[in-house]
């Protein structure tokens, strides 16, 4: 780290400026220099959502698109989601205000025995990151605690995730009492963690396997696209 980029005084950038510093910020890490960029942007009269997508979720593209090829790993991942989550503390609760746009709604948990969540706490960031809003259960959770969360938040996706070959299994139980209940058309489900791969996620009838964080944000995109669309065409038949 040089003199001259200790100094950069943030505030003396012009807004394309900026956005590209942050995103070398995010890239880095850095949660202070976040903070203060999206003050900034915000005491430019930006909206709390130009600021989010162009600034944050563009930043943290690019750090999932190097994570996926490998030139990033797992600290510098949860080092840019960090710097990530303080620059969403202040936008949250704008964004709330002005009814800005979500992407979708997500649960994620690991499975009954497994207390892994490495894996899951890098998804859930990057979710979020790209402006998905996430309800996180945590570990080691039983099919109930899955089927509460369910019912009480309405998720359109449902990610799993396990690390242990001996809790894979897991998640076919959790699956079949979404068939059973009736609700398993309702939700998209998704699963990931080492051991898995996508003969394993149909078998036990998963819609997707996910490799990585950076591939669950693409896949949780597409799958919300696919269900607008349903959507709109439903309406459009009922009309």
């Given amino acids: 780290m040089g003199e001259e980029e200790q100094d ?23 949660a202070d220099e976040i903070v203060e960029g999206v003050n900034i942007l915000l005491g430019r009269e930006w909206e709390p959502y130009g600021v989010l997508t162009k600034a944050l979720v563009e930043g943290m593209r690019i750090v999932g698109v190097d994570f996926r090829d490998g030139i990033l790993f797992v600290p510098e991942v949860l ?29 994620i948990g690991t499975v009954k025995g497994d207390i892994h969540d490495i894996g899951k706490n890098l998804v859930t960031m990057m979710m979020e990151g790209a402006g998905f809003e996430v309800i996180d259960i945590g570990i080691n959770n039983p099919v109930e605690n899955y089927l509460e969360a369910i019912e009480e938040h309405q998720p359109d996706i449902l990610g799993m995730s396990a690390l242990l070959t ?10 079949d009492a979404l068939v059973e209940k009736g609700i398993r058309s309702d939700i998209d489900v998704l699963v990931g963690g080492a051991p898995l791969n996508e003969a394993f996620a149909e078998s036990i009838g998963a819609d997707h396997y996910c490799r990585d964080a950076a591939m669950a944000v693409e896949t949780a995109k597409e799958c919300m696209s696919r269900r607008q669309g349903s959507a709109a065409a439903e309406m459009a038949g009922n009309g």
Avoid: R, W
Wanted: glycine content about 8%; overall charge negative; proline content about 5%.
């Fill in 79 to 107: 080092m840019a989601a960090n710097a990530m989550k303080a620059g969403m503390g202040i936008l949250k609760p704008l964004l709330a205000e002005t009814g800005a746009p979500k992407m979708g709604k997500m649960l």
């Fill in 166 to 175: 001996t809790t894979m299994p897991y998640m076919k139980v959790v699956i």
């Fill in 8 to 30: 950069l005084d943030l505030a003396t950038l012009s807004d394309d400026e900026l956005v590209l510093q942050m995103h070398d910020d995010l890239y880095d890490g850095l």
